[in-house]
């Protein structure tokens, strides 16, 4: 007689939900009352109110990877809240207690821990980062849709110069609070204070920040005389997200040509750049560049420039093998065409396949459930559409359609950036079967209740 197998839920940590961020940045806005700046509290404010590391405020701030229940008592407390249930979500996954559970909890939301068994090397780009980051003034420029391992590749390519004795830091745009993006003389201050505190040098932005010569030189000069004077090695600092500035057009082309000139000051071949070779900078972002920018002040036209590509099916077999699967090509090539190669939807449908012995076409059934493994995140990524309405009916056009659809450029950079949709020669079709089947359902009946 065949024993049916028990699955066991376990509660790993928790993310703010919708009514949880909308309490918080109430308070937040009640809080700028009451700062005599008349300014909301940066993230380095509030990491010293509450104790909390940077690291951690960047996964309450995401709300995708879960924490302890604590910090988000500590974090809502700092602004005066009571954590309620209803400000917070629960991460459960299902474990096999028959299966070995020593090896690592599985959380796939974030970049993945360095010695991670199911992190798949893209053996044509890796090798190409880790010879360019150990070269004078290096500028590496990674892009890629929403969960495609930009910042599970950063943290490698930082670990590599790491290894050969470079200083390291990641910062992530959306670290910064919202105010800061209209007025970069405030945004290059908070980049330069970050970065200050995290090299563990004493700030002195207020001895040398001089409102008389502007941001940009300001910022230039707190690098070249300061950070790089003061450093016996080279120093990498690899920026997250930045995509978030190509909303604020008239800061984004201050900040990106910032970032070019610092990278043509370590081949000027002057007095100071050798300082400017101690720099080593990584770029990462989600979106195609669609804001105008100068072509001899963009960062985006030099250095490496590495676009990551989704994963091939020779790749999930391997992938599979880690879960532990013996899997045939046909199979992954069923799983691609359901969810296409991002990273984390495949590794998500081979856990699920693995821990309760399901079938492809059975995951493909469930693929869209209410309570199915994708919910949270196509309810998350219908969240955001919901804010952009010209974005949300530009992607109804395309996953009703039954041949592909040219759209706007910018939308369709935008819901490219999201993973969603795929352009070819400005035709835009569907990324993968389980959008195409969960958007098309429920955008056409959103459509209808607003317009009925």
């Given at each position: 007689?065949?024993?049916?197998?028990?699955f066991?839920?376990?509660?790993?940590?928790?993310?703010?939900?919708?009514?949880?961020?909308?309490?918080l940045?109430?308070?937040?806005?009640?809080?700028?009352f009451?700062?005599?700046?008349g300014?909301l509290?940066?993230?380095?404010?509030?990491?010293?109110?509450?104790?909390?590391?940077?690291?951690?405020?960047?996964?309450?701030?995401?709300?995708?990877?879960?924490?302890?229940r604590?910090?988000?008592?500590?974090?809502?407390?700092?602004?005066?809240?009571?954590?309620?249930?209803?400000?917070?979500l629960?991460?459960?996954?299902?474990?096999?207690?028959?299966?070995?559970?020593?090896?690592?909890?599985?959380?796939?939301?974030g970049p993945?821990?360095?010695?991670?068994?199911?992190?798949?090397k893209r053996?044509s780009?890796?090798?190409?980062?880790?010879?360019?980051?150990l070269?004078?003034?290096?500028?590496?420029?990674?892009?890629?849709?929403w969960?495609?391992?930009?910042t599970?590749?950063?943290?490698?390519?930082?670990?590599?110069?790491?290894?050969?004795?470079?200083?390291?830091?990641?910062?992530?745009?959306?670290?910064?609070d919202?105010?800061?993006?209209?007025?970069?003389?405030?945004l290059?201050?908070w980049?330069?204070?970050?970065?200050?505190?995290?090299?563990?040098?004493?700030?002195?932005?207020?001895e040398?920040?001089?409102?008389?010569?502007?941001?940009?030189?300001?910022?230039?000069?707190y690098f070249?005389?300061?950070?790089?004077a003061?450093?016996?090695?080279?120093?990498?600092?690899?920026?997250?997200?930045?995509d978030?500035?190509f909303?604020?057009?008239?800061?984004?082309n201050?900040f990106?040509?910032?970032?070019?000139?610092?990278y043509e000051?370590?081949?000027y071949?002057?007095?100071?750049?050798?300082?400017?070779q101690?720099?080593?900078?990584v770029?990462?972002h989600?979106?195609?560049?669609?804001i105008?920018?100068?072509?001899?002040?963009?960062p985006?036209?030099?250095?490496?420039?590495?676009?990551?590509?989704?994963?091939t099916?020779?790749q999930v077999?391997?992938l599979?093998?880690?879960?532990?699967?013996?899997?045939?090509?046909q199979?992954?090539?069923?799983?691609?065409?359901?969810?296409?190669?991002n990273?984390y939807?495949?590794?998500?449908?081979?856990?699920?396949?693995?821990?309760?012995?399901?079938?492809?076409?059975?995951?493909?059934?469930q693929?869209?459930?209410?309570?199915?493994?994708?919910?949270?995140?196509?309810?998350?990524?219908?969240?955001?559409?919901q804010?952009?309405p010209?974005?949300?009916?530009?992607?109804?056009?395309?996953?009703?359609?039954?041949?592909?659809?040219?759209?706007?450029?910018v939308?369709?950079?935008?819901?490219?950036?999201?993973?969603l949709?795929k352009?070819?020669?400005?035709?835009?079709?569907p990324?993968?079967?389980?959008?195409?089947?969960?958007f098309?359902?429920?955008?056409?009946?959103?459509t209808m209740s607003?317009?009925?």
């Open positions: 007689m065949t024993e049916k197998t028990t066991l839920k376990r509660l790993r940590g928790v993310i703010v939900s919708d009514s949880g961020w909308q309490r940045q109430a308070a937040k806005q009640q809080a700028v009451h700062n005599t700046i300014q509290d940066s993230l380095d404010v509030i990491s010293q109110r509450t104790g909390l590391s940077y690291n951690t405020l960047i996964k309450v701030h995401r709300r995708e990877t879960a924490v302890d604590s910090t988000l008592e500590a974090y809502f407390k700092s602004f005066g809240l009571i954590l309620q249930p209803s400000d917070y629960r991460e459960v996954v299902h474990t096999d207690p028959m299966e070995p559970t020593n090896l690592e909890p599985i959380n796939f939301q993945l821990p360095l010695n991670s068994p199911f992190y798949v053996l780009i890796e090798p190409q980062c880790d010879e360019a980051i070269k004078p003034g290096a500028l590496i420029r990674i892009k890629a849709p969960q495609m391992g930009k599970s590749l950063i943290a490698r390519i930082l670990n590599r110069a790491r290894e050969t004795g470079l200083q390291t830091l990641l910062l992530s745009m959306r670290l910064a919202t105010s800061l993006f209209g007025n970069l003389d405030r290059l201050y980049y330069c204070a970050v970065i200050t505190r995290d090299l563990g040098l004493p700030n002195r932005l207020k040398e920040w001089d409102e008389l010569f502007g941001a940009n030189y300001n910022c230039t000069r070249e005389k300061y950070i790089l003061n450093s016996d090695r080279p120093i990498v600092i690899a920026v997250d997200d930045v978030i500035l909303q604020y057009p008239a800061i984004a201050d990106f040509g910032l970032l070019r000139v610092w000051k370590g081949k071949g002057d007095s100071s750049s050798h300082l400017w101690k720099l080593r900078l770029v990462a989600s979106t195609e560049v669609y105008p920018l100068n072509i001899n002040q963009s985006f036209s030099v250095g490496l420039s590495i676009k990551l590509p989704e994963l099916a020779e077999d391997e599979a093998q880690r879960h532990g699967l013996n899997w045939s090509s199979q992954a090539n069923q799983l691609i065409a359901l969810v296409g190669g990273p939807l495949l590794q998500v449908a081979l856990a699920q396949i693995k821990a309760h012995g399901i079938t492809l076409e059975q995951l493909a059934q693929a869209i459930a209410p309570e199915g493994i994708y919910s949270d995140h196509l309810q998350r990524q219908l969240r955001y559409l804010q952009y010209n974005l949300m009916m530009a992607l109804t056009q395309v996953m009703t359609s039954s041949i592909p659809v040219e759209l706007e450029l939308q369709a950079f935008k819901l490219q950036s999201m993973g949709v352009i070819h020669n400005q035709q835009v079709t990324s993968c079967d389980l959008y195409r089947q969960y098309g359902a429920i955008l056409p009946q959103i607003t317009t009925g």
